[in-house]
């Protein structure tokens, strides 16, 4: 599971309630109204994340995550403040689309075939 740490954690935090409508797990603060370890849900899938410190420098990473609506979810990312990387489209693999999130992130979304 990836493990982010971000400038912003805390708009990080509402920002995947809203696109991925992600579940808390865990969200240990900070003394510093940061936060110090958090866990998120979507799907079956967990992010750790954390607030960047003087020791622990920013650190975003690029994801791979099933969906169950790709347009729904790249349209809501769009709408708050992400760039596109990939339209939806249909691949070889999947229903499929690609966005950077505010926070410096890459999201690759699919949807599992319906079978």
Do not use: C
């Not at 599971?1 to 240990?28: G, N, S, T």
């Not at 609506?69 to 690609?98: C, M, R, W």
């Amino acid at each position: 599971m990836p493990y982010l740490i971000l400038d912003k954690a805390k708009a990080f935090l509402q920002f995947a309630r809203v696109v991925f409508d992600a579940k808390e797990q865990m969200v240990v603060p900070a003394d510093n109204d940061a936060i110090m370890h958090g866990e998120l849900k979507i799907g079956d899938a967990v992010i750790m994340f954390a607030s960047a410190t003087d020791t622990w420098k920013e650190k975003t990473a690029a994801m791979y995550l099933y969906v169950n609506d790709v347009s729904e979810v790249y349209n809501t990312a769009i709408s708050h403040g992400s760039k596109n990387l990939e339209p939806p489209q249909q691949k070889e693999y999947g229903f499929t689309a690609g966005f950077e999130d505010p926070f410096g992130n890459h999201w690759f979304i699919v949807e599992p075939e319906k079978k």
